[in-house]
């Protein structure tokens, strides 16, 4: 007979994972750190393989920890919902979230919609700043949750979607023609701004930033006035904005990892209960495995 999981191991894997440590861990379940290590001995001889390899100070996952990771997020949300649904007490309180605005028109009103209807009595506080704040505010405990992009591994994230990056300009306008090339971007230390100038320097084509800005709703509206041209997820086109490719003599840009950071300070039910509505809501990693397979 085939061993079955342990739902409390898999939560304990899960906060090694997010939070890169078996003390971070430990205060996340609350539990000692020679409890944790006895639960990861317990869960590796459950599956016959090793899950994580020392790096340094830090615990890194195995090929098999990060195939199983995927498995234990799954499993420990599901045990969360299925709880959840037989419990005669209904959640109350307060959760906190942080989003970049360009994520926030597209992405906030089926969240709010579907997370409002199954908790009506939970008050959700949502915070709309790029994506370095709000790593800040979730190391810092200000935030349970944030929805963010282009971490390039510098903090724990569960990536949920995956989008292409894309060069876009003005429908009614020929800004893509304008030497030197206007550009609206984020600020000097965003991540779109620099892969755009990096794709765009490797041309030889003459450009300038003529806009800078943080916000989605500035940098639009330079594009969709034929101010200038810019880069933008495939969530973040606007009714009058055209995508520029190869034929206008724009290079092709990365796709974007866009995940779900949380809080390694405390986990509550509230925070894993929007975490399993942004999830549902915006998942789209299950359908780009399967279009590469």
């Given at each position: 007979m085939a061993h079955l999981l342990d739902i409390d191991q898999l939560r304990t894997f899960v906060a090694i994972a997010e939070t890169g440590s078996f003390t971070r861990a430990g205060e996340v379940v609350h539990k000692t750190q020679s409890a944790v290590s006895m639960q990861m001995k317990r869960l590796e001889e459950r599956i016959g393989q090793a899950v994580f390899a020392r790096d340094g100070r830090g615990s890194k996952l195995t090929?098999?920890?990060?195939?199983?990771?995927?498995?234990?997020?799954?499993?420990?949300?599901?045990?969360?919902?299925?709880?959840?649904?037989?419990?005669?007490?209904?959640?109350?309180?307060?959760?906190?979230?942080?989003?970049?605005?360009?994520?926030?028109?597209?992405?906030?009103?089926?969240?709010?919609?579907?997370?409002?209807?199954?908790?009506?009595?939970?008050?959700?506080?949502?915070?709309?700043?790029?994506?370095?704040?709000?790593?800040?505010?979730?190391?810092?405990?200000?935030?349970?949750?944030?929805?963010?992009?282009?971490?390039?591994?510098?903090?724990?994230?569960?990536?949920?979607?995956?989008?292409?990056?894309?060069?876009?300009?003005?429908?009614?306008?020929?800004?893509?023609?304008?030497?030197?090339?206007?550009?609206?971007?984020?600020?000097p230390n965003c991540s779109w701004r620099r892969i755009a100038l990096e794709r765009i320097e490797e041309t030889g084509r003459r450009h300038r930033v003529l806009y800078s800005s943080w916000n989605a709703g500035a940098v639009a509206a330079a594009v969709l006035a034929g101010l200038a041209i810019s880069v933008l997820p495939e969530s973040g086109m606007r009714p009058g904005m055209r995508v520029l490719g190869h034929a206008d003599g724009f290079p092709t840009l990365p796709t974007v990892d866009i995940g779900l950071a949380r809080s390694p300070h405390e986990r509550s039910a509230l925070a894993d209960a929007l975490a399993e509505h942004i999830i549902s809501s915006l998942d789209n990693m299950s359908e780009t495995v399967a279009a590469a397979e």
């Open positions: 090929e098999s920890g990060e195939r199983l990771l995927d498995y234990a997020r799954r499993i420990v949300r599901l045990n969360h919902e299925a709880m959840s649904a037989f419990s005669g007490a209904a959640l109350t309180g307060n959760v906190r979230l942080g989003v970049p605005d360009d994520y926030a028109d597209r992405y906030l009103p089926e969240i709010m919609a579907r997370f409002s209807r199954s908790y009506p009595s939970v008050e959700l506080t949502v915070m709309c700043e790029p994506t370095p704040d709000l790593i800040e505010r979730i190391q810092g405990g200000e935030i349970d949750l944030a929805i963010i992009t282009n971490t390039e591994g510098k903090f724990p994230v569960e990536t949920f979607r995956r989008e292409r990056l894309l060069w876009v300009g003005s429908m009614r306008h020929a800004t893509h023609e304008i030497e030197p090339l206007p550009l609206a971007l984020g600020r």
